[in-house]
C-alpha cells in the first residue's frame, strides 16, 4: 500500500517535470516577524508544540538490545529510553523518585539497572525502583509507588516516538496521521546509528524553515552541493508532516513499468519531515543512508540546536569506507553551520529592529506555509482538543 503511495508521489513529480511546473500554495503567506523572537510565543511553543507532541527522540538502532539506553534532553526535558529486558522501548522522566536527581548522563550506553549517583537508589530498565540504599534507616515506603515517571513512547519503523506529557492523551498513531507507512519503507529498524553530532543554530522556526525550502539550494549552498540542485519542491502532507519531493524526471523509464519494477530505494528520495522538528535527508540515490536532524529550542527564543544523526544501512567496513563516511559528516556539519545556520543566525538579528512587521512564504514555499499554520494552530489548541487535531475519517 504505502509503496502504491510512493510511486503515486513519484508519478506525480514525473508529470510536474515532464511539463516544467510545480504544486503552488493558493497565495503568498505572510508570517508575523515577532513570531519568531516574542519570549511570550516562544515559551507557548516549547509548551504546546514540544512538550504535548509526540517527538522522534531516537531511533531503534540506538538501543536494538536489552539493557541499551539513550539519555538526552528534549526540551528542557531529561528523558531515558530504555530497551527493557522483554525487548521493549521505554521511556521516563530522567529523575529519580528520592530527591530529583538525574539518573544518567545524557548519551548512550548498556546498563541492565540504574543507580542514582546521588544515594544509590535502584531502577530497573522498566523504571521499578528495585533498591533503596540503606532502607532499614531510610523508612517505610511503597516501592511500587516510586518507581521512574514513564512517558508514552511508540516504536514504528525503526523510530521511537516520546511525549514529554505523562498524563498525554494524544494517541501516537493518530499523530502519524498514516506518515509512519513511508518512513517504514526505509527499513530503519534493521539499520546502524552511525554518528551524531550537534549544530547550534537560531530560533528552532527559523532554522527549521530551511528544512522545508529548495528555493535556497541553488543559491546559498551553490559552492557546496546547490549547484545542480533544481529551486523547485512538491510538498505532499499527512497530518501536519511534510515530504518534499521535486519535479524531476528520474522516473521517466518506469513510467510503463509494474510497481514491482519501481526501486524502493530511488521513491525514497527527497527529504522527509515529521512535525514539528525532524528531517530526515536523503542522498543521491535515494536512502541508503539518510541525515536525521532533530531540532530543539535552545536556552533563548533567539537558539536552538540540531542534533543530526546519521543511519546508514550498512556500516562501513573499509577504512576506505570510513573516511568516506567522515568525509560525509564533516561535509554535512560544515554546510548546516556555515551556510544554512550562519544565514539564520544573522537573518535573526534583523527580525526585532522594527524594520518590517512580517516575512513572506511565497507560492512555491507551501511547504514553509503549512508549517507555520500547524503551529499556529497548536497555540490555539486546548489540550482536550488537542487528540482531535489529528482523528481521521
Ligand atoms: S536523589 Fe536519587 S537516591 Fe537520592
Ligand atoms: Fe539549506
Not at 52 to 60: F, I
Not at 338 to 366: C, M, P, S
Request: hydrophobic share 35%; charged share 25%; net charge negative.
Amino acid at each position: 500500500m504505502s509503496k502504491a503511495q510512493l510511486i503515486e508521489i513519484a508519478r506525480k513529480d514525473l508529470e510536474h517535470g515532464r511539463n516544467d511546473t510545480l504544486d503552488l500554495a493558493d497565495g503568498v503567506y505572510k508570517v508575523p516577524i515577532e513570531n519568531y523572537y516574542d519570549p511570550v510565543r516562544w515559551e507557548a511553543e516549547k509548551k504546546q508544540i514540544f512538550r504535548r507532541l509526540p517527538l522522534t527522540l531516537a531511533a531503534t538502532a540506538e538501543l536494538r538490545e536489552p539493557g541499551d539506553y539513550k539519555a538526552m534532553e528534549a526540551a528542557g526535558v531529561q528523558v531515558i529510553i530504555t530497551r527493557t529486558r522483554s525487548g521493549e522501548a521505554k521511556a521516563f522522566v530522567n529523575m529519580c523518585s528520592h530527591r530529583g536527581a538525574r539518573l544518567l548522563e545524557n548519551g548512550r550506553g548498556t546498563a541492565h539497572k540504574f543507580t542514582c549517583p546521588y544515594h544509590a537508589w535502584t531502577y530497573s530498565t522498566d523504571g521499578d525502583l528495585v533498591a533503596i540504599y540503606a532502607a532499614e534507616d531510610f523508612g517505610d515506603i511503597d516501592k511500587s509507588c516510586y518507581g521512574l515517571r514513564e512517558l508514552p513512547l511508540l516504536e514504528k519503523a525503526g523510530l521511537i516516538w516520546v511525549t514529554l506529557d505523562a498524563d498525554s492523551n494524544l494517541d501516537i498513531n493518530d499523530f502519524l496521521s498514516g506518515y509512519d507507512d513511508m518512513l517504514a519503507q526505509f527499513g530503519f529498524e534493521g539499520w546502524h546509528a552511525y554518528h551524531q553530532q550537534t549544530v547550534e543554530g537560531p530560533n528552532w522556526k527559523v532554522a527549521y524553515d530551511g528544512y522545508l525550502d529548495y528555493y535556497h539550494l541553488p543559491i546559498l549552498h551553490r559552492q557546496t552541493f546547490g549547484a545542480e540542485m533544481g529551486n523547485r519542491a512538491n510538498y505532499y502532507s499527512w497530518g501536519p508532516h511534510t515530504h518534499l519531493g521535486r519535479p524531476d524526471t528520474f522516473f521517466e523509464e518506469y513510467a510503463d513499468k509494474p510497481a514491482e519494477e519501481w526501486p524502493t530505494p530511488a521513491l525514497l528520495g527527497g527529504v522527509w519531515t515529521i512535525f514539528p522538528h525532524i528531517s530526515i535527508a536523503t542522498f543521491a540515490g535515494g536512502g541508503r543512508s539518510v541525515m536525521l536532524s532533530q531540532l530543539f529550542p535552545g536556552d533563548t527564543p533567539e537558539t536552538s540546536y540540531t542534533n543530526q544523526l546519521f543511519l546508514m544501512e550498512s556500516l562501513p567496513e573499509t577504512e576506505e569506507q570510513k573516511a568516506e563516511a567522515q568525509q560525509q559528516f564533516e561535509f554535512l556539519k560544515y554546510v548546516v553551520q556555515e551556510e544554512d545556520y550562519a544565514t539564520g543566525i544573522a537573518l535573526q538579528k534583523n527580525l526585532d529592529v522594527g524594520a518590517r512587521d512580517h516575512l513572506l512564504f511565497g507560492r512555491n514555499e507551501a511547504g514553509g506555509q503549512r508549517f507555520h499554520k500547524w503551529v499556529d494552530t497548536l497555540l490555539e489548541t486546548s489540550d482536550e482538543d488537542l487528540p482531535k487535531l489529528f482523528k481521521t475519517g
